[in-house]
T-cell receptor, first 116, second 111 residues
Framework: NAGVMQNPRHLVRRRGQEARLRCSPMKGHSHVYWYRQLPEEGLKFMVYLQKENIIDESGMPKERFSAEFPKEGPSILRIQQVVRGDSAAYFC??????????????FGSGTRLTVV | GNSVTQMEGPVTLSEEAFLTINCTYTATGYPSLFWYVQYPGEGLQLLLKATKADDKGSNKGFEATYRKETTSFHLEKGSVQVSDSAVYFCARTNSGYALNFGKGTSLLVTP
């Protein structure tokens, strides 16, 4: 039973390019969450998605960032016109249902984005 | 806010030493509390959790007790191993899906 799969593991982009980060949830999981870990910081919640729906995007920057979780295929976190400040590790997590109080979900290994 | 504060690292210990990593949380609502561990180059793994006051979470020799009176959830282990070297994150959630993490504490255990 494969865990949460993220790819690529490492991504280098020049300023102004687009970055696409993919997350395939665990089998049977229909809820996906994206987090960002800036250097020397803890993870920060970005967005919560279910299939074809964005449930909560309160942690996602309003400009340049978007996320989707289509009916078929992985969830995608898209960053347009990347800047150096976007350099971070981006983690995806998944759960089979909406986690109730105390539920803890499964994280992927992350994508480390470097903007040069 | 719903924040978590944990002691800064790095923490360096000799093998078989006693470990404590302090974590305190803001007393907002009735959070569930977690410790996650991140080994080099990997994602976060749940280490243990506690959902209400006085609960004790435990796993792999690690323990943490949910203390409402001191708003703390300190991580302890009686005898650390080299393989415990990792970054440890304290976290809380009120909503059930959005976790608020501390900045992490790096632990290095030497032989």
């Amino acid at each position: 039973n494969a865990g949460v799969m993220q790819n690529p593991r490492h991504l280098v982009r020049r300023r102004g390019q687009e970055a696409r980060l993919r997350c395939s949830p665990m089998k049977g999981h229909s809820h996906v969450y994206w987090y960002r870990q800036l250097p020397e910081e803890g993870l920060k919640f970005m967005v919560y998605l279910q299939k074809e729906n964005i449930i909560d995007e309160s942690g996602m920057p309003k400009e340049r960032f978007s996320a989707e979780f289509p009916k078929e295929g992985p969830s995608i976190l898209r960053i347009q016109q990347v800047v150096r400040g976007d350099s971070a590790a981006y983690f995806c997590a998944s759960s089979p249902t909406e986690p109730g109080q105390g539920f803890a979900y499964t994280f992927g290994s992350g994508t480390r984005l470097t903007v040069v | 806010g719903n924040s978590v504060t944990q002691m800064e690292g790095p923490v360096t210990l000799s093998e078989e030493a006693f470990l404590t990593i302090n974590c305190t949380y803001t007393a907002t609502g009735y959070p569930s509390l977690f410790w996650y561990v991140q080994y080099p180059g990997e994602g976060l793994q749940l280490l243990l959790k506690a959902t209400k006051a006085d609960d004790k979470g435990s796993n792999k020799g690690f323990e943490a007790t949910y203390r409402k009176e001191t708003t703390s959830f300190h991580l302890e282990k009686g005898s650390v191993q080299v393989s415990d070297s990792a970054v440890y994150f304290c976290a809380r959630t009120n909503s059930g899906y959005a976790l608020n993490f501390g900045k992490g504490t790096s632990l290095l255990v030497t032989p």
